[in-house]
Structure formats: structure tokens, C-alpha cells
């Protein structure tokens, strides 16, 4: 009976396809992994119907004032303007107007008026998961300015 040669490891092509497919998977993986941890969440605003540009015929001429920096600046007002920025102002003033108008020096204050804003229910959900009932007042103000103010947060649209 004839012995059938032993072929070295390297030279197993079976093998070395073998080999190559499972580096080829753990790459797949590895890159998986790593765009899933730097894809940015969706915007949680709405679409804008209209986004702010050259005023219109509605818009509104709110005066100028010289700032030493930029010199005269001309402000106007366009109410039919609703993109991001408008949404996140409106989200703003809903729960900075809640809290102002609160009488009690409690952090579940923060945590009521961001539940009763205007804002979108990811932004809500998002301060819900960073607050915690036991903590302070600064640490709610902290949360606070985590969710809406810090830039590159879910819900601080990119301007």
C-alpha cells in the first residue's frame, strides 16, 4: 500500500483558505464593532419646512446694534423659519419657563419640566437615563446641560 505524502502546514491550501476567511471574519467584526461605536445618533428634530435664509416677505426688522467685534449687526425675525435650531430654542424656552416659574428648589423640579417641554421624546429619554432621582440640584443642572447644551450631545443640533 502506498503511504500518501504528508503536506507542510504551509502549503495546505485548504488550510491557508481556511486561515484566510477567518481573518477575513475578525476584520468584518472588528470593523462592525467600530462603526457602531462612532455612528452618530439620528437628529432628534423634526425636518425643517423652512430653514433659515434670506428673509422674506414675513420677516421681521427687530433693529441693529453696534457690537465692538463685528460692528452694526441688523437683527430680523422670520416666524415661518422651523429648523433644528428653532426647534431646540422652543424645546429650551418650554422647560427654562417651567423651571422658572417652579416654586420649589428640588432637583425633581428639572426632571417634571424637561418631561412636560416641548422637546422630543429621545431628548426627554435621554435626560431621564442621565438624571437620578437622590441626586442635587447641580448635579440635575449638570444632566441638564449634558443633554441640551454640550455640543456633540443628542440633542444640541449642529449648527
Known sequence: M?????????????????????????ILVIVAVVVMFLRKPESPWAPATME??????DCVD????????????????????????????????????????????????ITECVAASACP??????YAGRAKADSDLKAQLGYFQQTFLVEGSLC????
Open 2 to 26: 502506498a503511504e500518501t505524502p504528508e503536506i507542510p502546514v504551509g502549503k495546505n491550501p485548504s488550510r491557508r483558505r481556511m486561515m484566510l476567511i477567518g481573518g477575513g471574519i475578525i
Open 52 to 57: 433659515f435664509g434670506d428673509c422674506g416677505d
Open 62 to 109: 427687530l433693529g441693529s446694534h453696534h457690537f465692538a467685534h463685528a460692528g452694526d449687526v441688523q437683527f430680523f425675525y422670520d416666524r415661518d423659519v422651523d429648523d433644528s435650531v428653532v426647534q431646540w430654542a422652543t424645546c429650551l424656552d418650554s422647560a427654562i419657563s417651567c423651571i422658572k416659574a417652579g416654586s420649589k428648589e428640588d432637583p425633581s423640579l
Open 121 to 126: 421624546k429621545s431628548c426627554k429619554a435621554d
Open 156 to 159: 444640541r443640533p449642529v449648527e
